[in-house]
């Protein structure tokens, strides 16, 4: 259905001319007397509805059905007339609703018997409508402006359902005509209006009622074209059961509806469908429930042909075609819902009886019944699934067939499948942490951003530095960062948070100080690891590259990462202690420490190098042995790091006789042999080797060895 | 999207090909020639896919059910036999009940038809079917359009300017035009040899068979990902948004929430997955926690991203593409006002995860669920009556209940403008009244009689009584209270 069809508006107008005061003469018994209460007791006189009670409450029954499928943008607008017209509401969408009409109904009240016949026609109501059908409503004035330049796109067509009593054919061709007039004459008003639209097709639908034993004096005429705007259809009908169901017919031919009956609803004694009420309810009977849909539920059955196999029946008396379903017993296996290929908003034919709410107030109740196609064969295939998503009851159509979706690949397959360690439950917590929630269209946010671009800008922050892996991160791994972790991602800090955060850091420097042991992993090197000091180095170089993404953001940010840069530097001379102290416990240690300057320079080589792991995905293959739970890789020592000179700042100082002595050798045999290319261009007598490799790759190779575990 | 290709293996597919100096062939060995490439792109680079081959002339058989088995194929192709003269209308209603058989009527399908553009002579020729369209009765109908979506790709082993010659060219844009207009008729460039084969079936697969690749970000972490099956351009209405919308290949994760159609592969080459990959991380994500990612795939349209299983252990990320537009699935809301649970005051889901704010709920509720009055049925209007009775007959207990069932009844009447029944209502609870048993609660008999005056008031219609809106509420009487605690 296109969004402006003739179904985008439809225009009720209802006779209230004192004819319609009369009766219906259909009689309803109401006082059904019990045996025991019967002796003696006369019985009320059976009431029965005026011509104006069936049209409203069918009319009414029309708008239950329109709003439970369709509860936005198919719109109604209730008309009344008799010496003048009434209009019972408007096309706003807070208008659209059965208890506002029948509200509107209670005021208006029934037709005054009284009235002068003379004076009243149902023109005064048609006129109205052809007017109210120029009028915009909230979507089409919404896509006119969305559109621009292309609004013309949005149309202005209609229906108009006309619930009278006609006098005889004349009479009816003159509704026709002066329908046709009006729209003319107020397409003409609406072209020179920016708040009125031209009426581009109007349906008028026109539906006679005469009392039950009457002979109607209007004859029934399928849909002819009166002019390219209008199309006019009459239909006579008795008052009652008969205009009942004439209307639900039409409601489904105007909003492509179709109908399921749900059979063998098993309702007392097993499942406890329906509890209360009705105690002597104690029999295990089956019931039927009718229920009408988008059609579209029923595709597969139109499309196939299969709509006989799958129980078509026409019933007595209704004469419309309902497709049966069978209850199948709820499980709490919902595999069969992958496949779920639609989902349509439902609406009970006879709402208020009691299988129908039973079985709604089932659903509402949060559970949910597959729905078994029958089939002679004996074969069993659920086609369908009743569940109810927040109040509302939708059918869903399952697939039945076969899926091309059957045997995909496995995720371990494809690209990063076999890496074993990446960090499951810390994604988990950081998708938790970025859950959506519904916000309030009227609450404003200065940034003037809607919700979900403020959920989008808080991922990008969230994810600035996110190792995807265990064995790339130390930090993630320790609980002493938490904290820092946490706030540094927040779009703002108060100084609460910065000085969280700057107590996290000095806890990091107090753990440095008793030489804590960090989980750097171990993978992939043999020995026991890094030295306390270096795996120290790698933390604080993780830890301010996670920082320095942020410290843009406010003053508050960059505090912390003020804090971490003053802490983690510390004076040469007692580093220098530290490390002969440590050197002479272990023996075999060749590596050395560089100075602090150095070390920074690295540091920063270091992170930009582990963004670059994170970009380019390059890993190495013992990674694949591990699981989550094995021991974390280690960082390999470099071997260039090594410090074999020693840097020229640090020669001013206070020279060591090894110096002295160091130098006095190398002088010597420099004089001995040509010197290493390497050497010659060295910057601070470091030369990066395979430099080649790195124009290759575009990417930062010296240090490939130590890198990637 | 499964496809079925559709060979002509007539007699006239036989026809030699004539080519300068080097070996005869025919036009059957270049359309194996085509078909053999198709098949094996689609074993590197779009393997996912069903395919069926089937082969006709005036009767048509499956040769390859469905299948990704595409050496099975390749293999059929090469034991294909000549026949008799083309009919494809017969080999139609064979595609028709081949792929009802196997999908049913939902599944979009692909039909690959090779054939040689002479397209047979009299009866059963495409001619003659196209011919007598119009004189059919229902259980002859031409095949065309399938009940499912169709993609129809006629490809000709023969130039345009052999097809225009004769009317084979207006005919298969006939058939095109029946079978709905999606696809397209490709023929062959220059000389019918082997490279022009190529070329065209290589048109083919650039249209239909190139794989969808795309990136999927979160944040600052992305993820170069396949899509299969390709998600297709789609229109919402040709009338206000006549441009189909097409899914963008920069698909934003938008943030984890709370199925159908698409799968999600990361791109499934045969190199080794030593690298992490986001995809893998989301997956095993989403997996552990139980949780979907709602994806934003173009403006306005949505999608989510979950992992499923198979029964063989074998889990996957899969898409399920949502109708475009800004409000899918009612009971999220509209998407765009969808936000970080940071911002609220208080968590939604709760600190242990117990709550959600998910549904949520309509503005108004649906008819099932608020306790609608319908008296269509002379059952309805009974049942109500009845059980103000029945609520009359126990008072002052069912007070509550006796007045709340009267005033919807009171409310419905006065809008259906039947005040007949509240005068009859009215009549009844008199006649009550005149029935208490003497052991009954004095109250009752206030609360009948003053329930039965303020119904006859509402029924004359006078608007002092008669307001929609008012409610009769329960006579104030000294029983209320005194006396049923004397009494007790």
Known sequence: MKMFSVAHKTVFVVDHCPYMAESSRQQVECDVLTKSRAQGVIPLAPVSKSLWTCAVECSMEYCRILYDVYPKDKLVNYIVSDSEFHILNSWRRGDQSTHELMSALAAVGPPNPCEDPECCSILHGLVAAVESLCKITELQHEKRTALMDTAERVANRGRIICLTNAKSDTHVRMLEDCIQETILDQNKLAAGSDRLMGIQQCELVLVHIYPQGEDTLVSDRPKKEISPLLTSEVHSVRAGRHLASKLNILVQQHFDLASTTITNIPMKPTLNVCEQEEQHANTSANYDVELLHHRDAHLEFFKSGDLHMA?????????????????????????????????????????????????????????????EQPRKSGSKVISHMLSSHGGEIFLHVLNSNRSTLEDPPSISEGCGGRVTDYRITDFGEFMRENR??????????????????????????YTRYWPM???????????????????????????????????????????????????????????????????????????????????????????????????????????????????????????????????????????ERLKGLLEKGEQDAEVIKDSPDSPEPLNKKPRLMVDEVQPPERAKGPVSLLSLWTNRITAANSRKHQEFVGRVSSVNNKFELYQHLKEENGMDVHENGKASR | MPTVVLMDVSLSMTRPVSLDGSEEFQRKNLAVHGLNMLFEHMASNYRLEFTALMAFSSLWELLVPFTRDYNALQEALSSLEDYDKTCIEAALNGVNNVVQQEWGSGCPCQVVLVTDGSLGIGKGSLRHSLQTLKHRGEDKKFPLPFPFPTKLYILCIANS????????????????????????????????????????????????????????????????????????????????????????????????????????????????????????????????????????????????????????????????????GSEPLPWLGKISYLGPVSEAAENPYGEDDSKSPFPVQPPAKRSYAQNVTVWIKASGLQADVQKILRNARKLPD??????????????????????????????????????????????????????????KLASTGDSQYADFDHNIAPMHTDFSTSVSSTRR
Request: hydrophobic share 35%.
């Open chain 1, 311 to 371: 129980g078509t029946s026409t019933r007595e008396n209704s004469f419309k075609e309902t497709v049966t379903l069978k209850w199948c017993t709820p499980r709490t296996n919902n595999i069969e819902l992958h496949y779920c290929t639609g989902a349509y908003r439902i609406s009970p034919t006879d709402v208020n009886s009691r299988p129908s709410s039973c079985l709604t107030n089932f659903l509402l109740n949060g559970r949910s019944v597959l729905l």
């Open chain 1, 436 to 461: 959506l929630t519904p916000v309030a269209e009227s609450s404003h946010d200065p940034s003037g951003k809607v919700p979900v671009e403020r959920a989008k800008a808080q991922l990008e922050r």
């Open chain 1, 469 to 607: 892996i265990i064995s790339q991160t130390t930090i993630f791994n320790m609980q002493a960062v938490v904290p820092l972790a946490n706030l540094i991602v927040k779009e703002t800090l108060t100084e609460e948070d910065v000085l969280t955060c700057q107590k996290t850091v000095y806890n990091l420097v107090d753990m440095e100080r008793k030489n804590d042991p960090l989980p750097i992993s171990t993978v992939g090197s043999r020995g026991k690891g890094p030295k306390r000091d270096e795996q120290y180095r790698i933390m604080w170089n993780e830890l301010e590259t996670l920082v320095k993404t942020h410290a843009g953001a406010t003053d508050r940010h960059q505090r912390v990462l003020d804090c971490i840069i003053a802490c983690r530097s510390k004076p040469p001379e007692e580093e220098e202690r530290k490390k002969r102290g440590r050197k002479r416990e272990d023996r075999e240690d060749r590596a050395e420490k560089n100075g602090s300057k150095e070390m920074e320079d690295k540091s920063w080589q270091d992170s």
């Open chain 2, 161 to 324: 300017e052999e097809l225009q010659m004769t009317d084979a060219m207006d005919n298969l844009e006939h058939l095109l035009c029946l079978s709905g207009g999606d696809g397209q008729i490709f023929t062959m460039e220059g000389p019918l040899c082997m490279k022009s084969v190529q070329t065209m079936f290589g048109r083919l697969i650039d249209h239909a068979y190139s794989p969808f690749h795309a990136v999927l970000h979160c944040g600052n972490l992305s993820s170069d990902v396949q899509v299969f099956p390709r998600p297709e351009p789609m229109v919402v209405d040709e009338e206000v948004e006549p441009m189909p919308r097409v899914v963008s290949t920069d698909v934003d994760e938008v943030g984890a929430a709370a199925t159908d159609e698409l799968e999600d592969e990361p791109s499934a080459t045969q190199m080794a997955g030593k690298s992490p990959n986001f995809c893998v991380l989301l997956h095993g994500s989403l997996k552990v926690e139980g949780m979907v990612a709602l994806v934003q795939l173009g403006p306005e349209w949505y999608g989510m991203l979950y992992s499923q299983a198979d029964s063989k252990k074998k889990s996957n990320l899969m898409m399920s593409l949502f109708e475009p």
């Open chain 2, 398 to 455: 069912k007070t509550q209940t006796f007045y709340k069932e009267l005033n919807r009844m009171r409310k419905a009447a006065l809008a259906f403008g039947f005040l007949e029944l509240l005068k009859g209502v009215a009549d009844l609870l008199e006649r009550e009244c005149t029935l208490l048993p003497d052991s009954a609660h004095p109250d009752a008999a206030f609360q009948l009689s003053h329930a039965a005056q303020q119904l």
